[in-house]
């Protein structure tokens, strides 16, 4: 195996384990006595600590995400005799072990979408929070993929299997169009009536704890899983829905939208900054504390502890950065277009990078007529993080052999408005994809018998859009043969980059 492949496989151990949700969670929560201890540093800002969570046969959980599974064992080990139910809603193909739990498991949001079991499950927690005594807790374990799982509609109409597919209808036109994260689940929570703080507005007066995985880059309390507990959230349902008509105004699609959706924001509007008396009470009286347990940090800061063991025996890593965003396409060819562009300076073909000038219009050059791009985030992490570094620069002038790493995190979206005959994948997959595409381009008159490359892009859940893989990953080694270039730029056009890798495979 090349060297490459084992080094890269090795720390794709490392960061998954790194956020494993179970360890997450016994890292962060503690029982003492007959009391729940969770340290304030996993605090999110502006927020006070709620110490005094006395148990006693008290304790209610719903969990749901891609991590639900995890956390909620977990948490209904440390919770024990004191836990009277727990509600998990997990992804509709995620795997059970068959062991003894109090813990009633749903599945639900097949293609990553809310479907009926969503809200089948989600009304199940709705009860089970409203029915709460002040002298309850009730946890909320909260993490990515979220959104789709814990769905209740608003009541735009009478019909609540209407209600879901009007709802559907306009996520889906969002996420064609390629809305970010943000946008989305901004969306989501002005049409739901579990999200944005509104889940712990159900389990008052009862003291809410959510404990949250996060999957959004910068780790906003009110767009990780659409904030089902940020309870600054609720007092403004108003400006929340004036936002989610200027996402669909930015995208030009607010025409498009079902009718009722339109009166509905538009209704929403309309109402003034006053509250109703249960939502005054609840904003005076409020317990809620929010915690934040588990991010992508953690999984590359693991990966750059992991790399400084001598086996790597790497010259050079960095973290870029843990909030690389942008079109998961462009973003992979400018990646390529960067490898290249060290490759050519190492082998003294092209003179270091004295500006970021420079750097942006190498990379304009070599990928112009290929994307529409917007690369100036990356293009400034780049040149600040790897052309700013004297040591980096000697090396690759004075090594006879050098070895680096390069690490990110972030998200990255796929957009799918202009696509006629849309194939299966996800953003990780298909940033690979344009890697190979670019990269296999730029080389296909270069040849370097020393040269290893791998890259990858993998969702540190496991999960890739509608899709069984986690990501892919691309080795460009020594001998290796150049694909069709047709059939790639075939496959990245359709967005159809999932069949294209289980052909490598196969």
């Not at 090795?10 to 960061?15: A, H, M, P, Q």
């Not at 946008?183 to 809410?208: F, M």
């Amino acid at each position: 195996m090349p060297i490459a492949k084992r080094d890269f496989f090795n720390l794709l151990k490392v960061s998954i384990e790194s956020i494993n949700p179970s360890q997450l969670i016994r890292n962060s929560v503690h029982k003492q006595n007959s009391s729940l201890k969770i340290e304030k540093k996993f605090l999110f800002k502006n927020q006070n600590l709620i110490d005094d969570l006395s148990l006693n046969k008290n304790v209610y959980i719903a969990a749901f995400g891609k991590a639900a599974y995890g956390m909620a064992l977990e948490m209904e080990k440390i919770i024990g005799h004191d836990l009277c139910r727990a509600i998990a809603i997990l992804p509709f193909n995620h795997p059970v072990n068959h062991i003894q739990s109090k813990i009633e498991f749903f599945f639900a949001g097949k293609f990553n979408l809310p479907d009926l079991d969503s809200i089948l499950a989600t009304k199940k927690i709705y009860h089970m929070a409203s029915s709460l005594a002040e002298s309850d807790i009730f946890i909320a374990l909260v993490s990515g993929g979220g959104s789709a799982l814990l769905a209740l509609p608003q009541n735009y109409t009478q019909n609540e299997t209407h209600n879901l597919d009007i709802k559907l209808e306009t996520i889906k036109m969002l996420v064609k169009c390629g809305a970010n994260i943000n946008e989305l689940n901004t969306v989501r929570s002005s049409l739901s009536q579990v999200k944005s703080g509104k889940l712990s507005l159900l389990a008052h007066p009862a003291t809410t704890i959510a404990l949250v995985i996060s999957d959004v880059i910068d780790d906003p309390l009110e767009i990780i899983s659409s904030g089902p507990c940020c309870a600054h959230s609720v007092y403004y349902p108003n400006e929340q829905a004036q936002k989610a008509v200027e996402i669909l105004e930015k995208f030009e699609i607010l025409d498009r939208v079902p009718l009722e959706i339109r009166n509905f924001l538009e209704e929403k509007i309309k109402i003034s900054e006053h509250v109703d008396e249960k939502v005054e009470n609840f904003l005076k009286n409020q317990r809620v504390c929010n915690f934040l347990i588990g991010n992508n940090t953690l999984a590359t800061m693991a990966l750059m502890n992991e790399l400084e063991k001598e086996c790597y025996s790497n010259d050079f890593r960095v973290l870029l950065s843990n909030s690389l965003s942008g079109e998961a396409r462009n973003i992979g060819s400018i990646l390529a277009a960067f490898t290249y562009l060290l490759i050519q300076i190492r082998s003294k073909k092209i003179d270091w990078i004295q500006n970021e000038t420079k750097l942006n219009d190498f990379i304009r050059s070599k990928i112009d007529g290929l994307f529409e791009f917007d690369c100036d985030q990356i293009i400034r992490v780049l040149y600040s993080k790897i052309f700013m570094d004297d040591n980096l620069k000697e090396k690759i002038f004075r090594k006879k052999k050098l070895k680096l790493c390069l690490i990110s995190g972030g998200e990255t979206t796929v957009n799918m408005s202009k696509c006629q005959s849309i194939g299966k994948g996800g953003r990780n997959q298909e940033i690979t994809l344009a890697f190979e595409y670019c990269f296999s381009k730029l080389m296909l008159n270069n040849q370097y018998q020393e040269l290893d490359c791998l890259f990858s892009s993998y969702g540190s859940d496991g999960i890739d859009g509608p899709t069984d893989a986690a990501g892919a990953y691309f080795l460009y080694e020594k001998n290796c043969s150049i694909l069709n270039q047709n059939e790639l730029s075939d496959h990245l056009n359709r967005h159809d980059s999932y069949n294209y890798f289980a052909k490598k495979t196969d």
